[in-house]
């Protein structure tokens, strides 16, 4: 089966190219490096890795691409609220236009795998003790969310075989690693400064290792394969033991670090307002389950920041 992958050399995909490689398939993947990373050195040795420097918004390039593939995979996208607000006009470029891009191309009997965010929940439900599952209205407060929806209405207005995933906020080690991911930033500073200052400390949000995202893509593959994606499915992806507060979170990285100390501002505003709790019970009952636990990528990005040992950086309010 042959797969192509744009975004593959991002913080989930240089974990999902070699997943995918192993277990027999084909991959192309096409990224533009633009962080001058090459956490894909170890996928090299695959005589079914093919690679190329692109942009997923070239659109004679994808087109050629798009007509030798099974299954397409975009990641390619500008992640996060603060990075789509510093350069919006590349954003929408990057996560509407390049889904599009492919959308514009495909046949129609191809499977899209799309990960999308759950931050599309936007402050949840009215009753804070409401679970926001699939059929929950969308309500994005930030830029980055929106384009995420809009792309999304894009792919299940097209109609063909796909599966969206609205991630939870991931976490983990990654060859292409990422410190602004939330808990990934909460234990850098937890290893690196032993103590933050924490706004907002009682909104909640999801969380999902990125092993176990990987693990859902080639669920994907699978189900489509066994003939169960006739046309587009949503699923929720997240643990359900991980509907946690910020303050939370905190004292889960204080049970591994008691060292770690916080402090709740009692003023000022974390300018992502999120603040929802999310039910994974749909994408359980199709047959996925996650392997990785919480306290396991604690433990893991304990080890990992360990290792990076970086430069001691100035105390930033989360």
Known sequence: MKILVTGGAGYIGSVLVLK??????????VD??????????????????????GEAQDQELIQRLISDADVIIPLACITGAPACDENPQSARMVIVEGLQNILRYERGDQLIIYPNTNSGYGVGLKSPDAYCD????LNPISLYGRLKVLAEKRLLDAKGPAIIF?????????????????????????????????FEPDARRNFIHVQDVARAFLWAIDRWVEGKVAKPEIFNLGLSDANLSKRDLC????????????????????PDKRDYIVSN??????????????????????????ILNPMRPEVSNV
Do not use: W
Request: with cysteine.
């Open 251 to 270: 004292e889960r990285i204080k049970l591994r670090l008691p060292d770690f100390f916080y402090i709740p501002a009692p003023i000022g505003k974390d």
């Open 134 to 137: 699939e059929n929950t209205p």
């Open 166 to 198: 609205r991630l939870a906020t991931v976490f983990g080690g990654s060859q292409r690693m990422r410190i602004d991911l939330m808990v990934n930033h909460f234990v850098y500073r937890a290893v690196t400064d032993r103590y933050m200052v924490l």
């Open 32 to 53: 533009n490096l633009m962080y001058g990373q090459s956490p894909l050195l170890d996928c090299c040795y695959h005589k079914t890795f093919r690679f190329i420097k």
């Open 281 to 306: 019970e749909k994408i359980e009952a199709a047959g996925f389950m996650p392997q990785y636990s919480l306290d396991d990528g604690i433990q893991e990005l304990i080890k990992v920041f360990s």
């Open 20 to 29: 995918l490689l192993n277990k027999g398939y084909s991959v192309v993947m």
